[in-house]
């Protein structure tokens, strides 16, 4: 179809360039700006010169968070909570789901319900606190993985996409007399990586991100997850959070202390910020498959 | 012929129990599959729906979470009561309908007007870029964002209050002060969700007929119209449901992040029913106080799903269930 240029286009044209150009650096611009005053000279940072891009350039604030052994600590944790609780999350969500995609199981519109009301009612955070106390699972690490094992929303994801394989691909199994343990490892799997991709997104996010479950069961510091430490560095400002950072070893160090708090939101966000342009065409997948049938 | 008819009498024929040891037979191994998940989901979700039970009772720390031995706790409504007649219940209820509202009012058209946007992009790899940037802030996690906004508005060398030092205005300590906390968490909260909720209308948005816009083009319709009188109506559905969802988690507002940001000094506002549940329960030990204040707080989210979903059906034909 041919289109003329009206001066009706070339305004809308204008305006939506610009609108589109204000979105980008909205969006961007705490990211950057944070970044900015975590690598800028600190005197620059301190001044508050530091609008949007660096002034001046030093890696002190950064080194000073690098060489903390309790930060290191805290993200070995979070890495343990987040690869541990990722695989433990898809495999149980796959677990329930595959038997609920099984049109011939006698109990699945039963169990369906069973996972659909879990998203509609929950309990709340009192009596979920206790059965955890109750468990045994207070200071565990544990406790941050196993009472968010399966999310409903994500085992209607898994399931609709279960749902979507050709039915001959079950059909012709069973006739060759495979067990239902046989389809869904040899079969099913294999051809599942799209949701498993999705799941492991979502659901590694959710554990590298989360802080709540770690102030409700945890008091031992060397379980802490790095978002613990970041909320008393950055947002509660204890002097406590900050032991084991060395302050001696440059003079001015309130400078610097003033930067730390930057240097640590950049140290957090950073896997995610690498991870994000190879991951990215999975989230879109995960919004529409759970958009479809839910 | 006929041994298909004995089969199908045979079938009617069997007993609920005898029908019930075919399906066993046959699904045993779906059985297996299921049990584990199927245990997690009692044990940490069923379970502690039967502890909502304290909300009834005066649960002690190391008391007995289920009456098994003998219910000689019972209060009824007692806690209920206590919360309604203290002088804290109307400033929960009411700054956590004030927080919701505000965040629905202006996070829910956000994503609408997004979507729209970024389906006017004719460029395909800008908007991929575009859209991609926009959907990064939802991976950053709430203790993050808050830190950024104490960065941002920090009373020392915070970036606002060195721009106001500049223009020769004093500091001003926006996180310790009342009336900065709402905007605050509603402008953060746009931040967080407007770009990664416009995934689904971009989707609606791809479903719409192109051959609309190729009539109204030929009807001398311009692409401004277009949006409003082609894509906009096309995507009603889709707002609506969400619509319904988003006022079905009304109550529901997220406690993680209030919690990060409130302090002492804000309480007044932003003090909600979820904030004063984990402060009463967790921190004082008063669990069946607490747990009675949420089961009321999940009570009136499901009736207002309910609604909603009635109300959008009677009107528009759309719901959810």
Redesign the interface.
């Known amino acids: 179809?041919h289109m003329r240029k009206?001066a009706?286009?070339v305004a809308?044209d204008v305006i939506?360039v610009l609108?589109?150009t204000f979105?980008?650096l909205?969006?961007?611009y705490?990211?950057i700006?944070?970044a900015s005053?975590a690598i800028s000279d600190p005197r620059e940072?301190?001044l508050?010169n530091v609008?949007f891009l660096p002034r001046g350039f030093s890696l002190e604030a950064l080194k000073t968070v690098v060489r903390n052994s309790q930060l290191w600590r805290y993200y070995g944790n979070t890495l343990w909570y987040t690869g541990v609780g990722t695989t433990l999350n898809v495999l149980?969500?796959v677990?329930?789901a595959?038997?609920?995609a099984?049109k011939?199981?006698?109990?699945g519109k039963f169990?369906v319900l069973?996972?659909l009301f879990?998203m509609?009612?929950?309990?709340?955070?009192?009596?979920?606190?206790?059965?955890?106390v109750?468990?045994g699972l207070y200071n565990s690490r544990w406790a941050l993985i196993?009472?968010?094992?399966?999310t409903a929303w994500y085992?209607i994801i898994c399931r609709s996409f279960f749902l979507s394989l050709p039915d001959e691909l079950f059909e012709c199994a069973e006739m060759e007399g495979a067990?239902?343990?046989t389809i869904?490892g040899k079969i099913v799997m294999p051809l599942s990586k799209p949701v498993i991709a999705v799941l492991t997104i979502y659901y590694g996010?959710t554990h590298?991100?989360?802080?709540?479950p770690a102030?409700?069961y945890l008091s031992d510091k060397n379980k802490f997850p790095l978002?613990?430490y970041?909320?008393q560095v950055?947002?509660q400002a204890s002097p406590e959070a900050l032991e084991g950072i060395d302050t001696e070893a440059f003079g001015q160090q309130m400078l610097s202390l003033?930067q730390v708090?930057?240097a640590?939101?950049i140290v957090?966000?950073l896997p995610?910020?690498l991870f994000?342009?190879l991951l990215?065409k999975y989230?879109?997948k995960g919004?529409?498959v759970g958009?479809v049938k839910g | 012929m006929k041994m298909k008819k004995t089969k199908e009498r045979s079938k009617a024929q069997l007993t609920p129990l005898g029908r019930l040891a075919r399906n066993l037979k046959r699904d045993w191994q779906l059985l297996v599959l299921i049990a584990f998940p199927v245990a997690y989901f009692i044990i940490f979700k069923y379970v502690p729906m039967a502890g909502l039970n304290i909300a009834f009772r005066n649960y002690k720390v190391g008391g007995q979470l289920f009456p098994v031995r003998g219910l000689n706790d019972w209060q009824g409504f007692r806690w209920f009561k206590e919360f309604f007649e203290s002088p804290f219940s109307w400033r929960v209820i009411r700054n956590t309908l004030i927080l919701s509202a505000e965040q629905l009012l202006v996070t829910f058209p956000a994503p609408i007007i997004l979507a729209l946007l970024f389906n006017e992009i004719r460029h395909v790899r800008v908007k991929g870029f575009v859209q991609t940037v926009s959907y990064l802030p939802h991976f950053i996690s709430v203790a993050v964002v808050v830190g950024i906004i104490y960065n941002i508005f920090s009373v020392n060398a915070g970036l606002v209050n060195e721009i106001r030092a500049r223009m020769g205005y004093e500091a001003i300590d926006f996180l310790q002060k009342a009336q900065y906390f709402r905007p605050l968490y509603v402008g953060s909260s746009l931040w967080q969700t407007a770009g990664f909720s416009s995934i689904i209308y971009a989707a609606a948005i791809a479903g719409v007929d192109q051959s609309l816009y190729e009539a109204a083009y030929i009807d001398g319709s311009t692409r401004f119209k277009n949006v409003f009188y082609i894509t906009l109506p096309s995507i009603a559905p889709t707002i609506i449901t969400m619509l319904i969802l988003a006022i079905g988690r009304l109550m529901a507002v997220g406690y993680e992040k209030v919690l990060l940001m409130y302090t002492p000094a804000t309480y007044e506002v932003a003090d909600i029913i979820s904030t004063w549940v984990y402060r009463t329960g967790i921190t004082n030990g008063k669990f069946s106080l607490a747990a009675a204040v949420d089961l009321f707080n999940s009570m009136i989210n499901i009736t207002l799903l309910v609604m909603a979903n009635q109300l959008s059906k009677k009107l528009t034909d759309t719901s959810i269930f």
């Open positions: 179809m009206t009706g286009d809308f939506l609108l589109v979105v980008v909205v969006t961007l705490p990211v700006y944070v005053m940072a301190l508050g609008i149980t969500t677990l329930m595959y038997p609920l099984r011939k199981f006698f109990l169990f069973f996972v879990t509609f009612f929950n309990a709340g955070i009192i009596p979920n606190y206790l059965v955890v109750r468990l196993l009472p968010t094992l399966a085992v067990s239902e343990f869904l996010t590298w991100n989360s802080f709540f102030l409700l978002q613990i970041l909320r950055v947002i003033m708090k930057y640590v939101v957090a966000i995610v910020i994000y342009p990215q989230f879109v919004v529409l958009a």
